[in-house]
């Protein structure tokens, strides 16, 4: 399998280990013949899937999606193509396509419905609810993201309802309702802490974060911000830590403070290029407004 997952590991990790002198009577390359089952191709690419997708390397992350569909229409392996259609999805979407990533998920909704996947049918309604939502479709987006926690409500699991919620909690705050938005995102943290579930908890920071920024509550806002952040950081989470960054830039550019502004949505940009995420253009943007801004 073309993964390249060798030089991923000598160009990410710096590790340097301590290596036995002892000879032994087999060698680790037959050992591992003898004692471990070789993963089948359509886990090959996963694997290298995983660890693309963990570093927010989107290029090679659409690569190997392509590949476990392939090998999973072939093969007849619905939940591989449904995972596979939802990977493809989400990379699109991260990319800012819109479009091509709507017609992945939905796609794999239509799947997960033909086959009564009622979980597989709670995921891609959210999938579909976040393009609604990223398309400004509120009225839809809430729809389907009540559907998905009526469904995840059913099955009891509490990680999929703590998502839902979060997700009706940012319709609300979009839309201005924000008690009812703060009231959703109190019962999704709850279950997150419930459930140690971190990431969750970073990105409803960020949100009840977004909604005191909005009410000019700055100290509680910049407390919400740099929570989140510190929970990014812990996880390694490039593409969180970058918005982390991007949303306490413009709480201090809101407040005037353009040198503190400028620095962090500098630090944010490296990691939006690195990413490949379309943000970097916006900030770059951002940027020289500011440069500009200082110069007065």
């Not at 390397?57 to 999606?65: F, L, P, V």
């Not at 979407?93 to 597989?120: P, T, V």
């Not at 409803?204 to 100290?219: E, H, W």
């Not at 970058?242 to 962090?264: K, M």
């Amino acid at each position: 399998m073309d993964a390249n997952t060798s030089k991923l590991i000598n160009k990410l990790l710096k590790i340097q280990l301590e290596l036995s002198s002892v000879n032994f009577s087999i060698s680790h390359i037959d050992w591992l013949k003898n004692n471990i089952k070789p993963p089948l191709e359509i886990e090959k690419y996963y694997i290298a899937f995983r660890i693309y997708h963990d570093f927010d390397m989107y290029d090679d992350t659409m690569r190997c999606s392509k590949e476990i569909f392939r090998i999973a229409d072939k093969l007849g392996e619905d939940s591989f193509k449904v995972a596979a259609l939802n990977y493809l999805g989400h990379i699109f979407f991260a990319k800012g396509d819109y479009k091509e990533s709507f017609k992945h998920f939905q796609e794999g909704l239509k799947i997960s419905q033909q086959k009564r996947e009622i979980i597989g049918v709670a995921s891609g309604l959210s999938n579909i609810g976040q393009i609604f939502y990223a398309k400004g479709n509120y009225h839809d987006a809430l729809k389907v993201f009540e559907e998905a926690l009526k469904i995840n409500e059913q099955l009891g699991d509490l990680d999929k309802k703590a998502y839902s919620l979060n997700n009706i909690g940012i319709i609300y705050k979009t839309t201005g309702k924000y008690p009812e938005a703060l009231k959703r995102y109190e019962k999704a943290s709850n279950i997150a802490d419930q459930l140690d579930v971190f990431p969750l908890k970073a990105v409803i920071f960020n949100n009840m974060g977004s909604i005191n920024y909005t009410l000019g509550n700055y100290p509680e806002a910049l407390r919400c911000y740099e929570e989140a952040l510190r929970i990014d950081k812990q996880l390694g989470n490039l593409a969180g830590k970058a918005t982390d960054l991007n949303n306490i830039a413009a709480l201090h550019y809101s407040q005037g403070n353009y040198p503190e502004a400028l620095r962090q949505y500098e630090i944010a940009l490296k990691i939006f290029e690195k990413v490949g995420s379309p943000k970097a253009k916006i900030i770059k943007d951002l940027i020289e407004g500011i440069k500009y801004e200082m110069k007065k």
